[in-house]
Each structure stands twice: as C-alpha cells, then as structure tokens.
C-alpha cells in the first residue's frame, strides 16, 4: 500500500514543524511518501524561530519546504502540482492564519479568512481525502465544566471573531473533506508563543530572583487547558485518517456540528465569500486537550515549583492600583524583563540571541477562560494521548531542548 502525499499550510510560527516531524522523524520510518511545507517564512536563513530539529528535517528526502506569499490565489492553485512522480495530493493541513492578537480587522480577513478559503477551494477542486484546519483556543468559555462541540462559546475579539469565521467560509465549501481541530493552550519543545511559554520564562527569572511570581487575577478556576504539541500532530493526523475514507457527508453525520454565526450581519455583503448569517453550515469539529484540566493556577504552580519558588496572587489593594494604571503592562514587565536581560547575558555559555522573552504583551496578562472536553476526539478518532499531563516532566523536555539549541541561559548555581 502506497504511503500517502501530505500538503501543510502555514504554521511554520506555530504547530506545522511538530506535524513534520511526527510525520517524517529524524529517526524511523515516515508515515508518509513526501510532504511539502508552504508558508512565507524564508528557512535558509530562518526569518523565523524554528527551532534546532527541523533543519536536519529539511534534510530529509521526502520533506520539500516552499517559501511563498499565500495572499495570492494563483500561488495557492500552483503548490498543489505535486512535483514530478509523485501523485496528487491525499491530505491538506491548514495551520494558516494571523495568530498575533493586536492584528486589524482587515488584516485577520485577508490573511487569515481569504488564505484559508482559497486552499480550501482548491482542496474541494483537486478532492483531496481529508482538509484537517487547526483552530488556536481564541475563545472565551465559562469558568464552569468543560465544553463539548455542541455548546455555544464565544470568540474572543477581532482575531477570535475572524478566526471563527473562517471555519464558516470552510465548512461552506461544498465537498471538501473538512475536519476543524480545536485546541487548547499549546506548548511543546520548540514553541516560543503562546502563554505557557511566556509562563515558563518568566517563571525562570522569577526562580532565578528568589522572588514569587505574581498573577493579576484571583486564584478561582479560570481554567487555561493545555495541550503539547505532539498532541496537536498526533490529532491533526489521526483526523485526516479518520476523514479519508469517509467523506464530508458521512463525517458530518458522525460528528457534525453547526457553526454558529457569531460576526455582525452586515459583514457577510462586505467580505468576499462570507456565508450569509443565517445559512446553517456544519461541519466536523473536535476539541483537543490534555487530560491536566490546566488552570491559571496550576499551571503557575507547576511552572514555578519546576525553577524553585511559588506562584501567588497580588492583594486586592496591589491588584486595584495596577488595573487602574494605563502603564501597568509596562510596571509589571519591568519586574522580569531586566532579569531575563541579567540570565542571558550572564549564561555560560553567553546567549547572544534568543528567540524567547519575559515580556509579556497585554493579551498575556489578561485574563483567558478556555475549558474543552476531549471526550469526542477520543471516542470518535480512537486517538489517545501522547503528553497527557502538563507537569514536571514536560516542562523539563522543553527547557532541556531549548539549554541544549543555546536559546535557554545555563547559569551557575
């Protein structure tokens, strides 16, 4: 049996290298006959942090990078020629998408809505098996339990709101075999974004100091479910497998869901390819976690019990002064970045440059609510978990790769 073509979209700044490498390891048989990756990003030299594992996968045979601008349709129509002697296409993976939160409106349709829905087209027009889109948690849910695929939950500002609309554009694309992956916070070796990286780095400098690190936020349940990167691949891949023998009518039978309009209705005249707010679209849609059941506290807890000091809430009167401050991102900043600054500049070896900062941005230090059920995924897929707990032990692997690239301060005790 012939080893499918894997097409992959985007994500080079967020999951798509840990796909690669799952689907093509450095070491052991890959799971797939070629798979070419397309984003903007140059890889030689980097224009982005990609950490020290996939240029050796690069290397490999049956891994093609292209740098290209996905702004443009026909460029989008051109990367889905497979090269010469291989056959079409059989899996799209779309990670694409503006995932910075300061974004435009303008920007998070053209760049993460139209680029979306163009590949989808295409994929619909080529038939490729299975088109897996991976949703990042821009979502705010209750504070109480944990959310099916079923429940209403509301995005979470521009990026959220356009980012949500993009599943709709897809899951209006008559024949493609779509599947939309949502996920929880993600965190992993090689990732630099996202707020557990931030936690963990800042956590560093707060273990370094000898000083506790300090939330904003009271320590209720404000659940931040996680999940590791070899999750997001091993999920990414475990829906195309399911899909492809499907199709998108018997997928959506099996775990379908409506999409349900959440945008202001005189949008849909104004954004080429925006279903109409009352049109119902289904398509099928998966939550993916950890089993943690990760809060803000406990994930504070764990990433400074790892670096030897404790994590606390600041007291209602700090707390008070600091949200009434405009400056207050920059008051809390200072407190971390200097020591950060300190840890690499002091490291032995001397870290000259580094992909990972304490700063942390005002979407950082605000308050985030992402609680989802795994239950579905599990049960439909068969998928099971690689990285099930986010604790001691996951951290270590992340740090432990990042001392090991020269990213990470080694500092003497």
Same mark, same amino acid.
């Given at each position: 049996?012939?080893?499918?073509?894997?097409?992959?979209?985007?994500?080079?700044?967020?999951?798509?290298?840990?796909?690669?490498?799952?689907?093509?390891?450095?070491?052991?048989?890959?799971?797939?006959?070629?798979?070419?990756?397309?984003?903007?990003?140059?890889?030689?030299?980097?224009?982005?942090?990609?950490?020290?594992?996939?240029?050796?996968?690069?290397?490999?045979?049956?891994?093609?990078?292209?740098?290209?601008?996905?702004?443009?349709?026909?460029?989008?129509?051109?990367?889905?020629?497979?090269?010469?002697?291989?056959?079409?296409?059989?899996?799209?993976?779309?990670?694409?998408?503006?995932?910075?939160?300061?974004?435009?409106?303008?920007?998070?349709?053209?760049?993460?809505?139209?680029?979306?829905?163009?590949?989808?087209?295409?994929?619909?027009?080529?038939?490729?098996?299975?088109?897996?889109?991976?949703?990042?948690?821009?979502?705010?849910?209750?504070?109480?339990?944990?959310?099916?695929?079923?429940?209403?939950?509301?995005?979470?500002?521009?990026?959220?709101?356009?980012?949500?609309?993009?599943?709709?554009?897809?899951?209006?694309?008559?024949?493609?075999?779509?599947?939309?992956?949502?996920?929880?916070?993600?965190?992993?070796?090689?990732?630099?974004?996202?707020?557990?990286?931030?936690?963990?780095?800042?956590?560093?400098?707060?273990?370094?100091?000898?000083?506790?690190?300090?939330?904003?936020?009271?320590?209720?349940?404000?659940?931040?479910?996680?999940?590791?990167?070899?999750?997001?691949?091993?999920?990414?891949?475990?829906?195309?497998?399911?899909?492809?023998?499907?199709?998108?009518?018997?997928?959506?039978?099996?775990?379908?869901?409506?999409?349900?309009?959440?945008?202001?209705?005189?949008?849909?005249?104004?954004?080429?390819?925006?279903? !109409?707010?009352?049109?119902?679209?289904? %398509?099928?849609?998966?939550?993916? #976690?950890?089993? @943690? &059941?990760?809060? =803000? +506290?406990? $994930?504070?807890?764990?990433?400074?019990?790892?670096?030897?000091?404790?994590?606390?809430?600041?007291?209602?009167?700090?707390?008070?002064?600091?949200?009434?401050?405009?400056?207050?991102?920059?008051?809390?900043?200072?407190?971390?970045?200097?020591?950060?600054?300190?840890?690499?500049?002091?490291?032995?070896?001397?870290?000259?440059?580094?992909?990972? !900062?304490?700063?942390?941005?005002?979407? %950082?230090?605000?308050?985030?609510? #992402?609680?989802? @059920? &795994?239950?579905? =995924? +599990?049960? $439909?897929?068969?998928?099971?978990?690689?990285?099930?707990?986010?604790?001691?032990?996951?951290?270590?692997?992340?740090?432990?790769?990042?001392?090991?690239?020269?990213?990470?301060?080694?500092?003497?005790?």
């Amino acid at each position: 049996m012939s080893l499918p073509n894997v097409l992959v979209f985007g994500g080079l700044n967020t999951c798509s290298r840990a796909l690669v490498g799952f689907l093509v390891p450095l070491d052991g048989e890959p799971l797939v006959s070629h798979v070419r990756v397309v984003d903007k990003f140059s890889v030689e030299p980097p224009t982005t942090y990609i950490g020290a594992e996939f240029p050796k996968l690069l290397k490999k045979p049956e891994l093609e990078y292209r740098q290209a601008n996905l702004t443009v349709p026909t460029t989008i129509a051109s990367m889905f020629d497979p090269p010469e002697g291989q056959s079409a296409y059989d899996y799209v993976f779309d990670f694409t998408g503006e995932i910075q939160f300061d974004r435009t409106e303008m920007i998070q349709i053209d760049r993460t809505c139209q680029v979306s829905r163009r590949i989808g087209l295409e994929a619909a027009k080529r038939k490729v098996k299975s088109y897996i889109r991976l949703q990042h948690p821009f979502y705010e849910t209750s504070t109480k339990g944990s959310h099916n695929e079923k429940e209403d939950i509301k995005p979470d500002g521009v990026a959220g709101t356009w980012w949500h609309e993009t599943l709709r554009m897809l899951a209006a694309i008559e024949d493609l075999n779509l599947v939309i992956l949502r996920v929880g916070f993600v965190y992993g070796p090689y990732t630099n974004w996202g707020p557990i990286a931030s936690a963990m780095t800042v956590a560093s400098v707060y273990g370094h100091m000898k000083k506790p690190m300090k939330s904003m936020w009271s320590p209720g349940k404000n659940p931040t479910h996680s999940v590791h990167t070899e999750d997001v691949a091993g999920g990414m891949w475990a829906c195309a497998q399911w899909m492809a023998p499907l199709g998108r009518k018997e997928a959506d039978s099996l775990a379908g869901e409506i999409i349900i309009f959440h945008n202001e209705k005189s949008k849909a005249g104004e954004v080429e390819g925006m279903p !109409s707010p009352d049109k119902k679209l289904i %398509a099928p849609l998966f939550n993916l #976690v950890d089993d @943690s &059941n990760s809060t =803000l +506290l406990s $994930v504070g807890q764990t990433v400074t019990s790892f670096f030897g000091t404790s994590f606390e809430f600041f007291n209602l009167v700090e707390n008070t002064v600091l949200k009434l401050k405009s400056d207050a991102v920059e008051e809390i900043n200072e407190h971390h970045v200097g020591g950060w600054i300190e840890m690499i500049s002091t490291s032995n070896p001397p870290i000259p440059n580094t992909p990972l !900062s304490a700063y942390m941005d005002k979407y %950082a230090l605000e308050k985030h609510v #992402v609680a989802f @059920s &795994n239950t579905k =995924l +599990l049960e $439909v897929t068969g998928y099971k978990l690689k990285k099930p707990q986010l604790n001691h032990d996951t951290v270590k692997e992340v740090v432990d790769k990042w001392k090991e690239e020269g990213t990470w301060p080694i500092l003497d005790a």
